[in-house]
């Protein structure tokens, strides 16, 4: 127990996570109601495989431990388990309830992640094309429209103003190849199809910053390029923002 208490210390160290990175388990800050819940959802997968695996790897050390044949030794086998009846039911309805229960958690938050409410504050139209992004934002019968060319860094590239505390709607369309549309701090990405719009929802949250988006799907040579900005402002900032940008192209 001391070696594997130093080991985690040194990993922890060695890394230089800080807890609040450990608690989020390699995920980047959530800055949506839905990205909280994809994190639970996360957090909730890695503690039951984790669970699995002690336990596996417990009987696994325990039987080369207990059950090993020694030097020398004239000791029979152990009693086998083979047919027997009552455990290897155990072994076939035990992994069917742990895959049960990962399909009702997973079910449900994915109905959550996509459901609709119809009545969002914000709508954004989203056109992903070779090799870039054009947003046009609604907002209280305004529009707002930023087109971007491909960049080799986020913050160079177009950039999507929203409000915190609000629910925005989001309409996804190409008109060449499917791309797909990710900003790592939603938690969540959906494919851009030709003749196919894709609709989503989130709810962001108080944490006003800049946060990088991109193309999530191989989508020609510049695809590497085809980078975005989010930015989450107070409510008043966006208010002024659309205000004065209402219009222009």
């Known amino acids: 127990m001391p070696r594997a208490a130093a080991l985690a210390l040194l990993l922890v160290s060695a890394t230089a996570c800080s807890a609040d990175e450990w608690k989020r388990a390699g995920m980047p800050v959530g800055i949506t109601k839905q990205a909280e819940t994809v994190q639970s959802l996360w957090n909730g997968s890695w ?5 699995t695996g002690v336990v596996v790897w417990g009987l696994i050390l325990w039987s080369a431990a207990f059950h090993r044949k ?7 086998l152990p009693p086998q388990v083979r047919y027997n009846l009552p455990i290897e039911i155990l ?25 609709m409410s119809g009545k969002p504050d914000v709508k954004v139209k989203v056109e992903a094309f070779q090799w870039s992004w054009r947003f046009t934002t609604d907002y209280n019968g305004k529009q707002v429209q930023t087109v971007g060319r ?51 929802e989130i709810d962001t949250l108080n944490k006003p910053a800049v946060y990088a988006g991109r193309c999530a799907e191989l989508c020609g040579v510049d695809h ?12 008043a900032e966006f208010d002024q923002y659309v205000a004065s940008q209402a219009g222009a192209q």
């Open 150 to 200: 491909p960049v080799s860094d986020y913050t160079d590239g177009p950039q999507l103003m929203l409000p915190v505390d609000s629910k925005v709607e989001f309409e996804l369309q190409s008109p060449d190849v499917i791309h797909s549309f990710w900003v790592p701090a939603f938690h969540f990405k959906r494919d851009v199809i030709p003749g196919v719009v894709n609709k989503f």
């Open 91 to 115: 072994y076939t309805v035990v992994p069917i309830i742990m895959v049960g229960v990962f399909f009702y958690f997973t079910a449900r938050d994915e109905t959550y992640i996509d459901k």
């Open 70 to 76: 020694r030097k020398n030794s004239k000791e029979e």
């Open 224 to 235: 590497s390029r085809m980078l975005f900005s989010v930015k989450l402002v107070p409510q």
């Open 47 to 51: 503690i039951a495989a984790l669970a």
